[in-house]
């Protein structure tokens, strides 16, 4: 079982533009044996030495080959002009 954060900065006025990617993205993870254990908007934050992120993510998949294949997904990659019109940055965290 791998663990994915992801932290996602959005460009300003975009919103919109990512939320249609999520729409198709998301459902997609269940495919590859993942789950979207979590995807929150930080509205309280007590402390922070970075940038506050726009959305935060925590996945879940089977293994990293599952991982592998969501990411390169056909129809998920047909919509990554949306994420790439709309996300400005994001960190990538993996943990097992």
């Known amino acids: 079982m791998i663990f994915i954060t992801q932290l996602i900065y959005i460009v300003a006025g975009k919103e919109s533009v990512f939320d ?6 998301i459902p997609i993870i269940a495919k590859y044996n993942g789950q979207l254990m979590l995807r929150t908007r930080p509205g309280q ?8 992120p726009y959305e935060i ?21 047909a919509f990554l002009h ?4 709309s996300v400005r ?7 097992s």
């Open 45 to 52: 934050v007590i402390e922070a030495h970075v940038e506050v």
């Open 57 to 77: 993510h925590l996945i879940s998949f089977e293994s990293d080959t599952d991982f592998e294949a969501f990411k390169h997904d056909a129809d998920r990659k």
């Open 89 to 95: 940055s994001s960190l990538l965290i993996v943990g």
């Open 20 to 25: 249609e990617f999520e729409r198709i993205a």
């Open 82 to 85: 949306l994420k790439d019109e």
